[in-house]
């Protein structure tokens, strides 16, 4: 890993991504994160966003919960990102803004974004700098900070450079269904979709009950189940695929929920059908 730091804060890192399955980003109250990758391919799964991103995309993430996930499913992969973090008091004082006064908002946390050659531009010119730190001195990296806030401002089509750098610190949190019901055939572990919530697994679960009436373990393994129905009726897709579609970890968890359920396995379903 290699960093490059201002005024005691990480504001450039360079980091290898070890193959994985599912990787958490935590970010706190008053850090916001762009990220380039330079090498493989990732989902993002945030409480309501799912995308990829590449060496063609990166992702703008306000300071909330979210995941990388390994898009190349059975392949291994090693992949390589660079990060832009931000801080609304290095911007304040850099720009001498005063945040208080934008009221611009924006109705996402995580955002795709598609580089053109500017950005492109100033990924490989941070690159540069992260390779040879030596050449960061304070006033280069307050021209890379301006300078990127000036391309992400063009680039979301934000109101003025203050307005940008404001609204990547008012996350857009979503109601707690709206979570729920965006992530419920996605393989996640109830902790991983607490997570996503920002609450603990305890609250999670309380919160889960009082708006379902019923375990989250429960009611997720029976719509998941109900839509593996649905998929076996309707289609000739295999029993593998179905376990894909729906979110299950393993054939096996899928054969075991199914029959827990209906009271057959998915083939004597799909025959009996």
Same mark, same amino acid.
């Given at each position: 890993? &290699?960093v490059?730091?201002?005024?005691?804060?990480?504001?450039? &890192? &360079?980091?290898?991504?070890?193959?994985?399955?599912?990787?958490?980003?935590?970010?706190?109250?008053?850090?916001?994160?762009?990220?380039?990758v330079t090498? =493989?391919?990732y989902?993002?799964?945030?409480?309501?966003?799912?995308?990829?991103?590449?060496?063609?995309q =990166?992702?703008?993430? !306000?300071?909330?919960?979210?995941?990388?996930? #390994?898009?190349?499913?059975?392949v291994?992969?090693?992949? +390589?990102?660079?990060?832009?973090?931000?801080?609304?008091?290095?911007?304040?004082?850099?720009?001498?803004?005063?945040?208080?006064?934008s009221?611009?908002?924006?109705?996402?946390?995580? !955002?795709q974004?598609?580089?053109?050659?500017?950005?492109?531009?100033?990924?490989d010119?941070?690159?540069?700098?992260? #390779?040879?730190?030596e050449?960061?001195?304070?006033?280069? %990296?307050?021209?890379?900070?301006k300078?990127?806030?000036?391309?992400?401002? !063009?680039?979301?089509?934000?109101?003025?450079?203050?307005?940008?750098?404001?609204?990547?610190? @008012?996350?857009?949190?979503?109601?707690?269904?709206e979570v %729920?019901?965006?992530?419920?055939?996605? #393989?996640?572990?109830?902790? +991983?979709?607490?997570?996503?919530?920002?609450?603990?697994?305890?609250?999670?679960?309380?919160?889960?009950?009082?708006?379902?009436?019923?375990?989250?373990?429960?009611?997720?393994?029976?719509?998941?189940v109900?839509?593996?129905?649905?998929?076996? &009726?309707?289609?000739?897709?295999?029993?593998? #695929?179905?376990?894909?579609?729906t979110?299950?970890e393993?054939?096996?968890?899928?054969?075991?929920?199914?029959?827990?359920v209906? =009271?057959?396995?998915?083939?004597?379903?799909? @025959?009996? =059908?």
């Amino acid at each position: 890993m &290699k960093v490059i730091e201002y005024k005691g804060r990480i504001v450039f &890192k &360079k980091m290898s991504m070890p193959h994985f399955q599912r990787m958490m980003r935590q970010y706190y109250e008053n850090e916001a994160c762009f990220a380039f990758v330079t090498q =493989g391919e990732y989902q993002i799964r945030g409480q309501t966003e799912y995308f990829s991103i590449n060496p063609k995309q =990166g992702v703008l993430g !306000k300071c909330t919960n979210y995941f990388y996930e #390994d898009a190349s499913y059975d392949v291994a992969q090693e992949g +390589e990102v660079i990060g832009i973090y931000l801080y609304p008091e290095i911007y304040q004082s850099l720009f001498d803004f005063d945040f208080s006064r934008s009221t611009h908002t924006t109705r996402y946390n995580l !955002k795709q974004v598609e580089l053109d050659k500017l950005l492109e531009y100033f990924r490989d010119s941070i690159n540069v700098l992260l #390779d040879s730190p030596e050449l960061a001195d304070d006033v280069l %990296i307050e021209t890379k900070l301006k300078e990127f806030v000036s391309l992400m401002t !063009k680039k979301v089509s934000a109101p003025s450079e203050m307005d940008f750098i404001a609204s990547m610190f @008012k996350p857009h949190f979503a109601q707690f269904e709206e979570v %729920i019901q965006h992530n419920l055939y996605a #393989d996640l572990t109830l902790d +991983e979709l607490a997570k996503l919530c920002h609450m603990s697994l305890s609250t999670f679960k309380r919160k889960f009950n009082s708006i379902y009436s019923e375990p989250p373990k429960k009611y997720i393994t029976r719509l998941k189940v109900q839509k593996a129905v649905e998929l076996l &009726k309707q289609t000739d897709m295999r029993v593998s #695929d179905v376990v894909f579609q729906t979110g299950f970890e393993s054939v096996s968890s899928f054969n075991r929920a199914f029959k827990n359920v209906l =009271g057959r396995t998915p083939s004597e379903y799909r @025959k009996e =059908g």
